[in-house]
């Protein structure tokens, strides 16, 4: 019944910009833990931004501080990720996910996951 769907995904040049979305479903969007996380090919899986219910507190990974920007729209029940002045090391598969069990706010502990969307920045 719980759903997050992603989108936006795409093929970019280094240095340009996108903007990636997850609309939830099945549960009460807001009082969660929300995150994205991405996946490159032979990477392990790690935590890009994550906020607190309400997005009382965010959370960046250094690669992407001040580069990508988490929010959300409550009342639509999605989440964003604002991902500017790519980089080919950004390329991955990134995903939504909900509900933190336990440990970090970037710790891969959440409940519920999308399907991931790719993300490809060319040089």
């Known amino acids: 019944q719980v759903q997050l769907v992603e989108s936006g995904g795409g093929s970019v040049q280094a240095g340009g910009s996108l903007r990636l979305s997850c609309v939830a479903s099945?549960?009460?969007?807001?009082?969660?833990?929300m995150a994205w996380f991405r996946q490159a090919p032979g990477k392990e899986r790690e935590g890009v931004a994550s906020?607190?219910?309400?997005?009382?507190?965010?959370y960046y990974a250094d690669s992407v501080k001040g580069r990508f920007t988490i929010s959300q729209e409550i009342a639509k029940n999605t989440m964003y990720l604002e991902m500017n002045s790519l980089k080919p090391e950004d390329t991955a598969v990134y995903y939504c996910?909900?509900?933190?069990?336990?440990?970090?706010?970037?710790?891969?502990?959440?409940?519920?996951w999308g399907q991931g969307t790719q993300v490809t920045v060319s040089s």
């Open positions: 996910a909900a509900d933190l069990r336990r440990g970090l706010p970037l710790s891969s502990a959440y409940g519920y």
């Open positions: 906020m607190s219910p309400f997005n009382t507190t965010s």
């Open positions: 099945g549960f009460t969007y807001g009082r969660k833990w």
